[in-house]
């Protein structure tokens, strides 16, 4: 490994230890314990200073039961925690030891997973202090957002996207995917890499989407005879605040809805040529043409 590589792992591995510590509510003395560390060595590993030795490293995984054990690639970890649509992710404002704001603990029908398109695009922009800074005058630890399965609901989705138009770095975001960014598939990652064609990826992505944390859902149909697949996507009980502007409705819609054209770009041979969409009444329709 290179230099920057090292590093570059070392911040991923700090992050995960601060965010599964801070999830779990275990202090820092807690966790030196099962490292076998002292407290020092501990501050050190969150900055992404030091890391810890394998078996410290897989003790943190087992007590924290990580089951993506190549997590420190990414940077994200996925934490053991009921559904989405159960009453006990939908009635509370916590997840773990965090707390989220009334605002953005009612109807929580999407994960962080679904916007780490829009937060590492800020970070790439403007530099890993824009979307701290966002998250934090929203009253959401920063370390919510390392946690792939941790729920959100739209409203917070759509804040982000505002918040992004605003600083006037990106024209679009439909260009923008989930799923063409290896780093918000997790343990779902293997399906990822194996998928031999995009059309695989989307039947893949559509069997699995409840896991994946949004707020469409989506159905495949081929059409006999012809080299034309339809994506039909219907968004879930999504609740606009009064006011939003149309253009950031549209935004947020396009962007949910071109999620299947962008898997051709995890390829390195064009395979969807092109892409007609549609959308009225709450439904898109996106026709690609392979």
């Not at 965090?98 to 530099?127: C, M, Q, S, W």
């Not at 979307?131 to 399965?149: D, G, P, T, V």
Request: glycine fraction near 4%.
């Amino acid at each position: 490994m290179s230099q920057p590589e090292i590093l570059e792992q070392r911040k991923n591995i700090g992050r995960i230890i601060k965010a599964a510590r801070m999830f779990y509510g275990i202090t820092q003395m807690d966790m030196a314990d099962i490292l076998n560390v002292n407290q020092s060595t501990i501050s050190k590993i969150e900055k992404g200073i030091l890391e810890p030795g394998i078996f410290g490293w897989n003790e943190f995984l087992n007590r924290t039961k990580i089951k993506n054990t190549e997590c420190y690639k990414t940077g994200y970890l996925e934490v053991p925690m009921p559904n989405l649509n159960t009453n006990q992710i939908n009635e509370s404002r916590h997840s773990g030891d965090f707390k989220l704001p009334a605002k953005y603990a009612k109807r929580k029908n999407i994960t962080v997973r679904k916007i780490i398109p829009l937060i590492e695009l800020l970070d790439k922009r403007l530099g890993e202090t824009a979307f701290n800074q966002f998250a934090k005058s929203k009253k959401i630890k920063r370390e919510y957002f390392y946690i792939l399965n941790n729920p959100l609901n739209t409203t917070f989705e759509i804040d982000l996207m505002e918040f992004i138009l605003q600083k006037d770095i990106v024209k679009s975001l439909k260009e923008l995917s989930i799923i063409q960014n290896p780093k918000c598939h997790g343990i779902l990652s293997k399906k990822y890499q194996d998928s031999k064609s995009p059309k695989m990826l989307i039947e893949y992505f559509i069997k699995k989407q409840n896991e994946y944390g949004i707020d469409f859902s989506y159905s495949l149909h081929e059409l006999d005879h012809t080299n034309k697949i339809i994506i039909e996507a219907m968004e879930k009980e999504v609740e606009f605040k009064c006011g939003t502007p149309v253009e950031l409705i549209d935004c947020y819609r396009e962007y949910n809805l071109y999620f299947p054209y962008n898997l051709q770009n995890h390829h390195s041979s064009p395979y969807l040529l092109g892409a007609n969409c549609s959308y009225l009444n709450g439904k898109g329709t996106l026709e690609l043409i392979a």
